[in-house]
């Protein structure tokens, strides 16, 4: 007795909505957000917004990055 085993605590982390540049208005502040089959790409600060048919096997950063091509078109 007395002897304690210690216990790997995993930490399960939750998928925080990470947070990009935005190529508009330069600041961290793009969030990418998937809501019921759309994605909606969106800057807090400047409000540039694009919003994306979801799209099995993509993750956020693809959004982001279709979301920097669209902006800087200026589409
Ligand atoms: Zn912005």
């Not at 600060?45 to 200026?74: A, H, M, Q, T």
């Amino acid at each position: 007795m007395g002897r304690r085993k210690r216990k790997v605590i995993r930490v399960v982390k939750k998928r925080l909505p990470k947070v990009y540049t935005c190529p508009n208005c330069g600041y961290v502040a793009v969030r990418v957000v998937v809501k019921k089959g759309k994605v909606t790409v969106s800057c807090g600060r400047c409000g540039e917004k694009k919003e994306y048919e979801f799209e099995k096997g993509l993750d956020p950063i693809d959004y982001y990055n279709r979301f920097v091509d669209d902006v800087s078109k200026g589409a």
